[in-house]
T-cell receptor
Framework: NAGVTQTPKFRVLKTGQSMTLLCAQDMNHEYMYWYRQDPGMGLRLIHYSVGEGTTAKGEVPDGYNVSRLKKQNFLLGLESAAPSQTSVYFC????????????FGPGTRLLVL | AQRVTQPEKLLSVFKGAPVELKCNYSYSGSPELFWYVQYSRQRLQLLLRHISRESIKGFTADLNKGETSFHLKKPFAQEEDSAMYYCALLTGGGNKLTFGTGTQLKVEL
């Protein structure tokens, strides 16, 4: 039981490049989330999903897209990376009806040059 | 507006001293609050939630609706308590959490 996993662990991009971050969970959770963590800003919600095939915007959605084609996976895409997207990205999941105890992944460190 | 405020970016205490990490919230409904912790090189994890009224690793937190606060307390700090602590408020109809900016606790010997 791996819990929540994230791929890749670290990535360097040039401005304008695109990439996809993958989040996978094996706990059969309904809800999944993408956050970014920046010094002094805490954790900010980018997008989230309350079920397969559904997504919703969070606090800072601009410049990101997401997809939840399978219940266990939640993808975060950057179509044209910008230096302002340099951050640590965390994925989390929780069972429906218990959107409180969120289980987090180990994080993806992204550097955009 | 829904907001969580953690006024201290860094809190430094000596081992054995009492710890209080401050958290204030703004929420129009009945609040449900949590403390999450991130130890060095580990993933974020739930520490405690106010509805459970539990004590985890010696930490407690009481919801004070009059002061709109949910401060985290421990009577005697230990070195292993050094970590980043986040206060969080359940929002979005119960679908998501709004986090504060976090407080880095450093326990010195």
């Amino acid at each position: 039981n791996a819990g929540v996993t994230q791929t890749p662990k670290f990535r360097v991009l040039k401005t304008g490049q695109s990439m996809t971050l993958l989040c996978a969970q094996d706990m059969n959770h309904e809800y999944m989330y993408w956050y970014r963590q920046d010094p002094g800003m805490g954790l900010r919600l980018i997008h989230y999903s309350v079920g397969e095939g559904t997504t919703a915007k969070g606090e800072v959605p601009d410049g990101y897209n997401v997809s939840r084609l399978k219940k266990q996976n939640f993808l975060l895409g950057l179509e044209s990376a910008a230096p302002s997207q340099t951050s640590v990205y965390f994925c989390a999941s929780t069972q429906s009806g218990q959107a409180k105890t969120q289980y987090f992944g180990p994080g993806t460190r992204l550097l955009v040059l | 507006a829904q907001r969580v405020t953690q006024p201290e970016k860094l809190l430094s205490v000596f081992k054995g001293a009492p710890v209080e990490l401050k958290c204030n919230y703004s929420y129009s409904g009945s609040p449900e609050l949590f403390w999450y912790v991130q130890y060095s090189r580990q993933r974020l994890q739930l520490l405690l939630r106010h509805i459970s009224r539990e004590s985890i690793k010696g930490f407690t937190a009481d919801l004070n609706k009059g002061e709109t606060s949910f401060h985290l307390k421990k009577p005697f700090a230990q070195e292993e308590d050094s970590a980043m602590y986040y206060c969080a408020l359940l929002t979005g109809g119960g679908n998501k959490l709004t986090f504060g900016t976090g407080t880095q606790l450093k326990v010195e010997l």
